[in-house]
Structures are given as C-alpha cells and as structure tokens.
C-alpha cells in the first residue's frame, strides 16, 4: 500500500536538472529519505534527512543532490543538479528508518537523463 507521494520526475539532457517532491503525511515527524532503482539493478540509496536534521548522501550524488524539507516539514524535496545518464532510475521516497532502510514507500517517479 502507498502512503508517500512523489512527484517531479521526467526527461532531462545530460547537465539539466530536475527537483523531486515527496508528500509525507502522517509520517513527517521521521527520519526520510530516497532511494533509485535503474533498470536491472539493486534498489540503492540515494540520500536521507534524519529528524533530527542530519542529512547523508550518496558519494555518486554528492554534491550534485541537496535534500531538503519545507517549513510545515511536511514535504521532503530532492533537488538534482548536473545530472548524469547514470542517474537515470526510479527514484522512491521512504519515511521512518526500518534496519538500514525505511518502513514506508512512495510509488516512485521516473527519471530519464538523455541526450
């Protein structure tokens, strides 16, 4: 069942850039975060934002990403920069550390870094 939201994925050239957006809902007091699936591979880990404000990155999307959440903290946002053909994936949303991943999921958004 989803319960997060995602929402501003599509198709960039190489260099663009896109901003995600995640409706949290009832689950803005946790800790969140993104992760990427790309076709054939493994789900991995993008970025995270901690409820306490701690924020992690990716080394593949460091410096590129910024992961932020609006005032009412209830939306959490990945800005993209400078992006790669490699970062072409689904990219998901998840809300409230579950182990080393998240217990709620959004649908996910599509990405596409082409030229």
């Known amino acids: 069942q989803v319960q997060l939201v995602e929402s501003g994925g599509g198709s960039v050239q190489p260099g663009g850039f896109l901003k995600l957006s995640c409706a949290l809902s009832r689950y803005y007091l946790c800790s969140t975060g993104w992760y990427r699936q790309a076709p054939g591979k493994e789900r991995e880990f993008v970025s995270s934002?901690?409820?306490?404000?701690?924020?992690k990155y990716a080394e593949a999307v460091k410096g590129r990403f910024t992961i932020s959440r609006d005032n009412d903290k209830i939306t959490l946002f990945l800005q993209m920069n400078n992006l790669k053909n490699e970062d072409t994936a689904v990219y998901y949303c998840?809300?409230?550390?579950?182990?080393?991943?998240?217990?709620?999921w959004g649908q996910g958004t599509q990405v596409t870094v082409s030229s």
């Open positions: 934002l901690a409820s306490d404000g701690t924020t």
């Open positions: 998840g809300a409230c550390t579950s182990g080393t991943s998240f217990k709620y």
